[in-house]
């Protein structure tokens, strides 16, 4: 079947809740309302003309800082060798829709990651925790205006390297060249050299004063 | 090649029909209904609850197995996952479309030309790029069919190890030894290439290369049939293995199994063949499936043998690509490369290919910039190792082992 | 009893077809290397640690940007107008000093796409590999032909010269400023 002929299949038992059909895309995808997945989903599988036996791949999308979330589903089926994507649309600050779980077992552990990293909660889904992050971590990571903690239980979370510390740097004057990323530090070291006097012998000095 | 090995040495179970465990109804999913099967009781005393990895050597990997046991009989399996989580769909929306492909190494370290290639499939149909030179695109087929060969030699090597066989385990990586020679010689790495890039491969293939490969081929078809001489047609091995961990095709297919895993099943299904990428339609090759010689389909000794049959495969690929290539060897593998990688805003293409593990599909959204706004790796292991609990209940705890051994994970491929 | 002793029989025979095979895997050479003691060849292109001719290098940072795991950090001075640095081996002009660049190897994912972006081909992998240090700092490889106070030296030169050019805009912006607002009131005076 072609994308076209499944639109208008789904068209004619869903009418409305088809909001969208993306003919020229690479992949041709139908948008539906979020409210209708589970029928719309059900109907898909169980057609006999349809029977979308698989479910590739469902992914969560975080269409900008400002704009909606999504969910998309890409569709297979291994009998009539067609294919179809889904896609819905979701408010930002409430992100709800109806698990797939109970159609194909594969949304199982797809969508709690979609979960984990969106935060898309699905409801009806079983065991609906969070799969790759820890349980306890805070945000959803792959949101465009994800900001990552700071500490994680007294560990420190964003990456720094211990030599782009300008403290750790002044023990180790032998690593010099470092000293470039801290502009403001630059006379600084200056000085010091013209002192005579390496940053380590200073550091020394201050922690004995 | 390998087929006609059984033929002689069939072995049916006759007599200790009241050991097999027929689990017809959705793989041992009703612990009671194994348990009356076995003809065991009940084990006297209470549950334990036993934590299995993430350190353990047959997990093949940091994965974490939450198990409930009963005796030795399994009940329940929570899999935990995520401790070789590093996050690379973040990563990837950082950095520009061929920065990715290095990242894409890692995601199954052992078959990173695979990844690659499903990765760049899925960039080249976004930016509409589908004319590559032909030599380039005979390339990509030689050596991906290397990589399935050098990756399903772990997976059965480790597989051996995992029920107790330690010596094929060390003949099986000799001779993945020679694959890794070769692809070193041709991208400069063992394991993380970074060799095939988008429009086109990152280096031209070495003067005399494709004649080692050749004469590898003529080396490793005998050492196949040592190797199974060796663990294949062991009775013993046979034994252990054909009528534990049984999927039926039903749950492989609602659990998105792909793969090795799917074609164990019985189900007929390989995307090279289905669904053509890259040059696999020009090719001549079968698609092994599951057949239950010596036990129900779907158990874990079929899985095992369609590698060890899908290996012979790829060496016939391979032959075919290697008589391919010959009228191009001296076209320019770099000239289809783009200058500019951006793809129209909005443009969104979902991608998928067949890695060793299965299909391995990759959603990419542009935004019309040089870096990728979305990147979503579908990866097999994920799905594959997310039955476990349904085939592994009512089983014994070592049979677990083997199970896990026999869906061939990979945990930076399932952790990403 | 028949299949009792059918089994063992089965067994052993099964046995002894394994057994045979790694017989005769006795009478074969040995496969492995003795590592520290014996080394196998690598090919040409292999990819070991990182090496960058200080000589050549002209300051592009192509390098820097085509990293996927940003592990080269490069600084660069511009030269001073009446300066030549003279050419690299390739026949590119050089028109900055390479004051840093420094690599750090234990972030490197040898994927080696800076050598092949770079235009002089002075950033290049060995084949060493072996690169095990006893502490993090000795990851982090220098490559620049300027010491730290050299590197200094040339630094604030080129702030200073920054500086310079900077006053030198703003005097010319406010002059042309006043030029203007002259101009206005004389127009309103008008």
Request: net charge negative; charged share 30%.
């Given at each position: 079947?072609?994308?076209?002929?499944?639109?208008?299949?789904?068209?004619?038992?869903?009418?409305?809740?088809?909001?969208?059909?993306?003919?020229?895309?690479?992949?041709?995808?139908?948008?539906?309302?979020?409210?209708?997945?589970?029928?719309?989903?059900?109907?898909?599988?169980?057609?006999?003309?349809?029977?979308?036996?698989?479910?590739?791949?469902?992914?969560?999308?975080?269409?900008?800082?400002?704009?909606?979330?999504?969910?998309?589903?890409?569709?297979?089926?291994?009998?009539?060798?067609?294919?179809?994507?889904?896609?819905?649309?979701?408010?930002?600050?409430?992100?709800?829709?109806?698990?797939v779980e109970s159609v194909w077992r594969t949304a199982d552990w797809h969508e709690r990651e979609a979960f984990d990293l969106f935060g898309i909660h699905f409801e009806g889904h079983p065991d609906l925790r969070r799969i790759l992050c820890v349980e306890d971590w805070e945000g959803y990571p792959l949101r465009k205006d994800y900001v990552v903690q700071e500490f994680y239980h007294g560990m420190r979370v964003p990456y720094k390297e211990d030599w782009e510390d300008y403290e750790t740097l002044a023990k180790n004057p032998e690593r010099g060249h470092f000293v470039f990323q801290f502009e403001s530090k630059v006379p600084d070291l200056v000085e010091s050299m013209?002192?005579?006097?390496?940053?380590?012998?200073?550091?020394?000095?201050?922690?004995?004063? | 090649?390998?087929?006609?090995?059984?033929?002689?040495?069939?072995?049916?179970?006759?007599?200790?029909?009241?050991?097999?465990?027929?689990?017809?109804?959705?793989?041992?999913?009703?612990?009671?209904?194994?348990?009356?099967?076995?003809?065991?009781?009940?084990?006297?005393?209470?549950?334990?609850?036993?934590?299995?990895?993430?350190?353990?050597?047959?997990?093949?990997?940091?994965?974490?197995?939450?198990l409930v046991l009963d005796g030795e009989v399994v009940k329940k399996v929570t899999p935990h996952i995520g401790y070789l989580h590093r996050n690379f769909e973040k990563h990837a929306e950082s950095i520009s479309y061929n920065e990715v492909v290095p990242y894409c190494d890692r995601i199954d370290y052992l078959a990173s030309m695979n990844q690659d290639l499903a990765y760049v499939l899925a960039v080249e149909k976004l930016i509409g790029l589908n004319e590559l030179p032909e030599k380039v695109e005979y390339a990509r087929?030689?050596?991906?069919?290397?990589?399935?060969?050098?990756?399903?030699?772990?997976?059965?090597?480790?597989?051996?190890?995992?029920?107790?066989?330690?010596?094929?385990?060390?003949?099986?990586?000799?001779?993945?030894?020679?694959?890794?020679?070769?692809?070193?010689?041709?991208?400069g790495a063992r394991?993380?290439?970074?060799?095939?890039?988008?429009?086109?491969?990152?280096?031209?293939?070495?003067?005399?290369?494709?004649?080692?490969?050749?004469?590898?081929?003529?080396?490793?078809?005998?050492?196949?049939?040592?190797?199974?001489?060796?663990?294949?047609?062991?009775h013993i091995f046979i034994e252990r293995t054909a009528e534990i961990g049984v999927m039926t095709p039903e749950v492989a297919v609602s659990y998105g199994c792909t793969g090795p895993v799917l074609r164990g099943s019985g189900v007929k299904w390989d995307l090279r063949k289905d669904e053509p990428f890259s040059y696999y339609d020009k090719f001549d090759f079968d698609v092994p499936v599951g057949e239950g010689k010596f036990g129900p389909v779907g158990s874990v000794l079929d899985r095992y043998l369609v590698r060890i049959d899908e290996m012979a495969e790829s060496v016939k690929i391979i032959r075919q690509a290697l008589d391919g290539i010959e009228p191009f060897t001296a076209q320019d593998v770099q000239a289809a490369i783009p200058k500019r990688l951006r793809p129209a805003a909005g443009a969104e293409a979902y991608?998928?290919?067949?890695?060793?593990?299965?299909?391995?599909?990759?959603?990419?959204?542009?935004?019309?910039?040089?870096?990728?706004?979305?990147?979503?790796?579908?990866?097999?292991?994920?799905?594959?190792?997310?039955?476990?609990?349904?085939?592994?209940?009512?089983?014994?705890?070592?049979?677990?082992?083997?199970?896990?051994?026999?869906?061939?994970?990979?945990?930076?491929?399932?952790d990403r | 009893m028949v299949s009792y002793f059918g089994n063992i029989y089965r067994a052993l025979s099964t046995i002894a077809i394994g057994m045979g095979q790694t017989w005769k895997a006795m009478f074969r050479p040995a496969v492995t290397l003795q590592y520290p003691r014996e080394r196998w060849e690598l090919p040409v292109n292999a990819r070991g640690i990182l090496f960058m001719n200080a000589d050549d290098c002209i300051g592009c940072n192509k390098c820097v940007r085509i990293c996927p795991v940003d592990c080269i950090y490069l600084d660069a001075v511009k030269a001073a107008p009446d300066e030549d640095l003279g050419k690299a081996s390739m026949g590119n002009p050089i028109r900055q000093h390479v004051i840093r660049f420094d690599i750090d190897m234990f972030k490197c994912c040898y994927c080696s796409d800076c050598t092949t972006v770079c235009p002089t081909e002075c950033l290049y992998m060995t084949d060493e590999y072996e690169n095990g240090v006893y502490s993090r700092d000795n990851g982090i490889y220098h490559f620049s032909k300027y010491s730290p106070e050299e590197a200094v030296a040339l630094r604030l030169r080129e702030k200073e010269e920054d500086e310079r050019k900077a006053r030198e805009k703003e005097a010319k912006l406010a002059a042309k400023q006043k030029a203007a607002e002259g101009k206005g009131k004389s127009a309103v005076g008008a």
């Amino acid at each position: 079947m072609t994308p076209e002929q499944i639109h208008q299949k789904l068209q004619d038992k869903f009418g409305d809740a088809i909001l969208e059909f993306g003919a020229e895309a690479l992949d041709p995808f139908i948008k539906i309302e979020a409210s209708h997945v589970l029928e719309i989903c059900t109907f898909l599988k169980n057609d006999s003309g349809l029977s979308f036996t698989s479910l590739m791949c469902l992914s969560g999308m975080d269409y900008g800082e400002d704009a909606n979330l999504g969910v998309i589903y890409n569709l297979h089926s291994m009998e009539k060798k067609h294919k179809i994507t889904l896609t819905v649309e979701l408010p930002r600050t409430e992100a709800r829709v109806h698990s797939v779980e109970s159609v194909w077992r594969t949304a199982d552990w797809h969508e709690r990651e979609a979960f984990d990293l969106f935060g898309i909660h699905f409801e009806g889904h079983p065991d609906l925790r969070r799969i790759l992050c820890v349980e306890d971590w805070e945000g959803y990571p792959l949101r465009k205006d994800y900001v990552v903690q700071e500490f994680y239980h007294g560990m420190r979370v964003p990456y720094k390297e211990d030599w782009e510390d300008y403290e750790t740097l002044a023990k180790n004057p032998e690593r010099g060249h470092f000293v470039f990323q801290f502009e403001s530090k630059v006379p600084d070291l200056v000085e010091s050299m013209k002192n005579g006097k390496s940053a380590k012998n200073k550091s020394e000095d201050k922690s004995n004063g | 090649m390998f087929g006609n090995l059984f033929k002689k040495k069939r072995y049916i179970f006759e007599d200790e029909s009241t050991m097999v465990v027929d689990l017809d109804q959705s793989a041992g999913r009703y612990y009671e209904e194994t348990m009356s099967k076995l003809e065991i009781e009940s084990y006297q005393g209470d549950e334990m609850v036993v934590n299995m990895g993430p350190q353990h050597p047959s997990t093949h990997g940091v994965l974490r197995l939450e198990l409930v046991l009963d005796g030795e009989v399994v009940k329940k399996v929570t899999p935990h996952i995520g401790y070789l989580h590093r996050n690379f769909e973040k990563h990837a929306e950082s950095i520009s479309y061929n920065e990715v492909v290095p990242y894409c190494d890692r995601i199954d370290y052992l078959a990173s030309m695979n990844q690659d290639l499903a990765y760049v499939l899925a960039v080249e149909k976004l930016i509409g790029l589908n004319e590559l030179p032909e030599k380039v695109e005979y390339a990509r087929v030689i050596t991906c069919e290397l990589n399935r060969i050098a990756s399903h030699l772990v997976a059965v090597g480790t597989f051996g190890l995992d029920v107790g066989a330690f010596t094929p385990f060390l003949w099986a990586f000799r001779d993945r030894e020679k694959i890794l020679d070769l692809l070193e010689w041709l991208s400069g790495a063992r394991m993380l290439y970074n060799y095939i890039w988008v429009g086109g491969l990152a280096r031209d293939l070495p003067e005399g290369w494709l004649q080692k490969v050749r004469e590898f081929l003529d080396y490793f078809e005998p050492k196949m049939v040592e190797f199974n001489k060796l663990l294949t047609t062991n009775h013993i091995f046979i034994e252990r293995t054909a009528e534990i961990g049984v999927m039926t095709p039903e749950v492989a297919v609602s659990y998105g199994c792909t793969g090795p895993v799917l074609r164990g099943s019985g189900v007929k299904w390989d995307l090279r063949k289905d669904e053509p990428f890259s040059y696999y339609d020009k090719f001549d090759f079968d698609v092994p499936v599951g057949e239950g010689k010596f036990g129900p389909v779907g158990s874990v000794l079929d899985r095992y043998l369609v590698r060890i049959d899908e290996m012979a495969e790829s060496v016939k690929i391979i032959r075919q690509a290697l008589d391919g290539i010959e009228p191009f060897t001296a076209q320019d593998v770099q000239a289809a490369i783009p200058k500019r990688l951006r793809p129209a805003a909005g443009a969104e293409a979902y991608v998928r290919s067949e890695t060793p593990r299965g299909e391995l599909g990759f959603l990419i959204r542009s935004d019309g910039s040089d870096v990728p706004f979305r990147v979503k790796s579908r990866s097999p292991c994920f799905s594959n190792i997310c039955m476990i609990d349904d085939i592994s209940r009512g089983g014994m705890i070592a049979d677990l082992v083997l199970i896990i051994g026999s869906l061939d994970i990979v945990l930076g491929c399932i952790d990403r | 009893m028949v299949s009792y002793f059918g089994n063992i029989y089965r067994a052993l025979s099964t046995i002894a077809i394994g057994m045979g095979q790694t017989w005769k895997a006795m009478f074969r050479p040995a496969v492995t290397l003795q590592y520290p003691r014996e080394r196998w060849e690598l090919p040409v292109n292999a990819r070991g640690i990182l090496f960058m001719n200080a000589d050549d290098c002209i300051g592009c940072n192509k390098c820097v940007r085509i990293c996927p795991v940003d592990c080269i950090y490069l600084d660069a001075v511009k030269a001073a107008p009446d300066e030549d640095l003279g050419k690299a081996s390739m026949g590119n002009p050089i028109r900055q000093h390479v004051i840093r660049f420094d690599i750090d190897m234990f972030k490197c994912c040898y994927c080696s796409d800076c050598t092949t972006v770079c235009p002089t081909e002075c950033l290049y992998m060995t084949d060493e590999y072996e690169n095990g240090v006893y502490s993090r700092d000795n990851g982090i490889y220098h490559f620049s032909k300027y010491s730290p106070e050299e590197a200094v030296a040339l630094r604030l030169r080129e702030k200073e010269e920054d500086e310079r050019k900077a006053r030198e805009k703003e005097a010319k912006l406010a002059a042309k400023q006043k030029a203007a607002e002259g101009k206005g009131k004389s127009a309103v005076g008008a």
